[in-house]
């Protein structure tokens, strides 16, 4: 939604604040007929007053306009002022047809504090919820690293950081945005410590079984760094994904053939598992040796020699795996491959290889010195 700044009449602040009195008791506010003093008090009391229903959208965005441009001047109890126009915003003719409105006001608020101001959290949920409600959660800022970047400058707390992951998460559930919403709930899992974790365990259940299911996620090693996802050690769930992280086939299989129920309840598809622990168990292959014959293949992925070149083809489309069928040779030869984990012993080859390109480059430099003394490589 594109950002509308207010428009500011020219009237002193109290003057408009007792225009806005009066035209709330004419819709049958319960508020007294004459402003009070300092401004902020006055405020409060019109705040408190807006529980009227108000005529159709552009009288409700008059008036709150009206409010905020005066709520936006004072300088004492203006957090709580502004925590409370939100609040009144959010519950103001709650039908839809209203919806539009009331995010273009929080809009014009939102825009108009300092990107650094604390109170933006407030504004922010407050758009999520009734963005949320409405259906309307493409009218708002919904990106992940934006919203990062937002808890960082507002300084939050791990509680209200979940408070923005959860109520982002829920919004982006109600409209269908699986993928989204995974992610958001997967930042919502590294608010937790290992003191709190176990929480929320239902939370890391579902998140792990909504990346099992996914097809096109295959690295999931880092769930396994998730306090939440820690403190479930010993469940059937992190047995599964241990399975998907670092397992083969046959693991899954015999996972499968003992806690069919299981997988089952959890809503996951076992033929779109075992294809996609074929994928894992060929990058796995792929790790551990150049060229895999057909014959290994078949054993270890449970496929048909004339299934091979067809499902090498299929794993290609990860982008995780180079690789290329020898027909003639009746194998498959693979140029380079994703790890499925990254831990110590990965960094290690890393660190083994950068030494052995190092060492090859000193050589040739040493090689073209000895040519060409003078020149410097």
């Known amino acids: 939604m594109e950002p509308i700044l207010p428009a500011f009449i020219d009237v002193e602040e109290q003057d408009q604040a007792q225009e806005i009195r009066a035209y709330l008791r004419s819709c049958g506010a319960d508020i007294k007929e004459e402003s ?38 004072v300088t004492e109890n203006r957090d709580d002022l502004i925590r409370k126009f939100c609040h009144n915003v959010a519950e103001a003719n709650t039908e839809e047809a209203t919806s539009l409105s009331r995010l273009r006001i929080l809009s014009i608020l939102l825009n ?47 509680e209200k950081a979940r408070k923005v992951y959860r109520l982002l998460f829920d919004a982006l559930t109600e409209d269908r945005q699986s993928e989204e919403a995974t992610k958001v709930m997967v930042e919502l899992l590294r608010t937790y410590s290992d003191e709190n974790a176990s929480e929320v365990k239902d939370d890391a259940k579902n998140c792990i079984v909504s990346l099992l299911g996914r097809p096109n ?36 299989e015999e996972f499968y053939g003992k806690n069919k129920d299981f997988v089952d ?37 449970n496929i048909s020699f004339e299934e091979i070149e067809e499902f090498v083809i299929e794993a290609l489309r990860s982008k995780l795996v180079r690789a290329k069928v020898d027909q003639v040779n009746k194998k498959v030869v693979i140029s380079s491959g994703t790890h499925r984990t990254f831990g110590v012993n990965q960094w290690q080859e890393l660190r083994s290889r950068l030494e052995d390109w190092r060492q090859s480059l000193l050589s040739v430099r040493s090689s073209m010195q000895s040519v060409v003394p003078n020149v410097d490589v």
């Not at 306090?227 to 399975?243: C, R």
Request: hydrophobic share 45%; with cysteine; charged share 20%.
């Open 112 to 158: 108009w504090l300092h990107e650094r101001d604390p109170v933006r959290y407030d504004v922010y949920c407050t758009q999520i919820k009734v963005a949320g409600k409405a259906g309307m959660i493409d009218q708002i800022t919904v990106s992940l690293d934006q919203v990062k970047s937002w808890i960082t400058m507002w300084e939050l707390d791990g």
């Open 265 to 301: 309840s959890c809503g996951l598809s076992h033929e779109k598992n075992l294809h996609k622990m074929r994928v894992l168990t060929f990058m796995s292959m792929g790790e551990a040796k150049s060229e895999v014959s057909f014959d290994d293949l078949s054993k270890e992925l």
């Open 217 to 252: 996620v295959l690295i999931m090693d880092f769930l396994l760094t998730l306090p939440p996802v820690a403190a479930l050690q010993g469940e059937l769930i992190y047995q599964l994904l241990n399975i998907f992280v670092s397992g083969r086939l046959f693991d899954y």
């Open 36 to 73: 009070t003093t300092p401004l902020h008090e006055d405020l409060d009391q019109l705040l408190s007053a807006c529980d009227i229903t108000f005529k159709n959208e552009s009288e409700l965005e008059g008036v709150m306009n009206s409010l905020l441009s005066l709520i936006l001047v």
